[in-house]
């Protein structure tokens, strides 16, 4: 079985570099993509722009996803993820360090699966990037395909 893929969209350097190294010391098996904005992620999952010739049925199992993202908000990356039949299901989980209860609400009614703050403590982070890997790449079960209706 390939390992499962993880999408991170983080536009900070810093907070990309600390994922990176929270989720590589959590010893899960996975592999990590990174896309910088939010115009970006819509053409990594669309097949579009500079990801035109990724397979179509290639989908991350997961996607992390920063809100405060440029050119493309992250809210709008799930209006449109959500929008689409085939990656209404893609499982997002908005990983900000942001503490505003209006970006909460608006990503849960928007679609996210899972909202979760940026522990600003290293230890912290790595054990939460743990649980997040073994909750969504391990525990919950996905169809065999990321497109659920075709």
Request: net charge negative; charged share 30%; hydrophobic share 35%.
């Amino acid at each position: 079985m390939s390992k499962k893929l993880i999408l991170l969209v983080e536009d900070n350097r810093d907070d990309e570099e600390l994922t990176l190294m929270a989720f590589e010391r959590s010893g899960l098996e996975y592999e990590i993509d990174v896309v910088r904005d939010g115009a970006e992620v819509l053409d990594y999952l669309f097949h579009t722009g500079k990801y035109s010739d990724r397979h179509p049925k290639q989908q991350p199992t997961l996607v992390l996803l920063d809100l405060n993202l440029p050119k493309v908000s992250g809210l709008e990356v799930i209006r449109r993820l959500r929008a689409d039949a085939k990656t209404r299901s893609l499982p997002v989980v908005v990983l900000t360090t942001s503490n505003e209860q209006e970006d909460m609400i608006n990503s849960y009614e928007l679609g996210c699966n899972s909202y979760v703050r940026k522990p600003v403590n290293f230890t912290d982070f790595l054990v939460a990037s743990r649980q997040l890997g073994l909750y969504w790449l391990h525990l919950n079960e996905f169809p065999l395909c990321n497109s659920y209706r075709e």
